[in-house]
């Protein structure tokens, strides 16, 4: 059993500290693709350290790898430092190799970031399940790309019944967006009693209700809100210190919450001022086992 393979089986036996231990020592003894991609893998997805990571994969490509994995990893650290240009060079070259979900999905990402709307809808198209969180990031990139009619037509038909269905709030957003109220209104309340409503999926319900001249259903829903926001606020300040929660950390959090409930207060208000609500959203990039000689995976040792 070699060193790298002593490595991956003692990951999978959980572990860790001997795994990282022998992946290191087997970098020492030679600087391979494997050995490095195999310790940079360690690094970005146990130590959460990119820092590290990077100086490895940059060296992994002066040996001209054939392999995705290293090129996929190097992607989502140029995504994570929103390095967008130099993650779309990457994470290009990576699909001319093999064409895998994680690379057409942040090559997607990297396109958006960069006004490449119509690119980035067509990457997530590609790899979308029904009604899943990809799905949705097709939506947003439509709508960017002023496809409005494409978008709606996936909402549509956001299916409830789907195994990767993401939720309807997600789908009422994209109708906002859309300019297609009644439909919003109809997909906020689908889930309304059932979601944690944060004071922006709030305000994008109360817009919705303000504007469908709903004025007492768009007053009850923010009323409702700033009570619980009072009770949430008054179950924090009861709510006992430890050695994972500082006095400082509740003050903090209360400091949060007194402002998330000022900006309930005077949503209404807004609103009759012509406040619209801004979409929020995140586009999440993806990971994956890039580990040569990954049993588990399936995964061959590097053959170059």
């Excluded at 993401?166 to 309340?189: H, S, W």
Aim: net charge negative; proline share 3%.
């Amino acid at each position: 059993m070699d060193i790298n393979e002593k490595a991956l089986q003692l990951f999978e036996e959980n572990k860790y500290a001997e795994a990282l231990g022998l992946l290191e020592q087997a970098v020492i003894e030679e600087r391979t693709v494997q050995s490095l991609n195999n310790l940079a893998w360690m690094y970005v997805y146990e130590e959460e350290d990119v820092h590290r990571a990077k100086p490895l994969l940059e060296e992994v490509m002066t040996l001209q790898p054939r392999s995705y994995f290293p090129y996929n990893m190097l992607g989502e650290i140029a995504l994570k430092e929103k390095d967008w240009e130099g993650a779309r060079k990457i994470l290009n070259h990576s699909i001319t190799i093999q064409p895998s979900p994680a690379a057409i999905h942040n090559l997607a990402v990297a396109d958006f970031h960069t006004g490449r709307f119509s690119q980035a809808a067509e990457g997530f198209h590609s790899i979308a399940e029904d009604s899943d969180c990809i799905s949705w990031y097709e939506v947003i990139a439509r709508i960017q790309n002023e496809e409005t009619a494409v978008a709606k037509l996936i909402v549509d038909r956001w299916n409830c019944e789907s195994e990767h269905y993401l939720g309807a709030i997600e789908a009422a957003d994209a109708y906002v967006e859309i300019g297609c109220l009644q439909e919003a209104r109809e997909m906020f309340e689908k889930e309304w009693e059932d979601y944690f409503v944060s004071p922006y999926v709030i305000s994008r319900y109360a817009y919705v209700l303000f504007h469908l001249q709903e004025l007492q259903a768009c007053r009850q829903v923010i009323d409702q809100a700033i009570a619980s926001k009072h009770s949430e606020i008054k179950e924090e300040r009861l709510e006992d210190c430890d050695e994972n929660w500082s006095e400082t950390d509740k003050a903090e959090r209360i400091e949060e919450l007194e402002a998330e409930l000022g900006g309930l207060q005077r949503l209404f208000a807004k609103l009759q001022a012509g406040f619209r609500p801004a979409l929020e959203f995140e586009l999440h990039h993806e990971g994956g086992c890039y580990l040569f000689g990954c049993k588990q995976h399936g995964h061959p040792e590097y053959a170059g």
